[in-house]
């Protein structure tokens, strides 16, 4: 847990968590954490990081991480399912994953999560 009195962190915004240092992640290679019992996929893409729900809504299958990168895209690798990385929508715009925001302080990558309540 983040200690907000701490001037080293006195740049990351209230409810961002640290989930790992940012030579930890490989380029278009997929992590998956789970924060606050939330489970995350996070993504390098060059200088960037995306994080999005783990868990693709088609048969909620946990593997998103472990998808196929093309440009800011993640395809599910179960059923080819493919969500823009940036929005967490479709590539038809529909509803897709959730996204989190993402903060970089010192090559440390932080999370801003939210509970999800799923309705299966």
């Given at each position: 847990m983040l200690k907000r009195n701490s001037n080293h962190l006195k740049n990351i915004e209230e409810g961002f968590q640290f989930v790992c240092k940012l030579?930890?992640?490989k380029d278009k290679v997929g992590r998956?954490?789970?924060?606050d019992e939330?489970?995350?996929?996070?993504f390098k893409i060059e200088s960037e990081v995306f994080a999005v729900s783990n868990i693709c809504p088609h048969q909620q299958t946990h593997?998103?991480?472990?998808?196929?990168?093309?440009?800011?895209f993640v395809t599910c690798p179960a059923h080819g399912w493919k969500f823009n990385l940036r929005t967490g929508k479709k590539d038809s715009g529909s509803i897709g994953l959730d996204s989190y925001l993402v903060q970089i302080y010192e090559d440390r990558v932080f999370i801003k999560v939210y509970p999800k309540?799923?309705?299966?």
């Open positions: 030579d930890e992640l998956r954490f789970i924060v939330v489970e995350i996929a996070i593997l998103i991480y472990d998808g196929f990168i093309e440009d800011e309540k799923y309705g299966w």
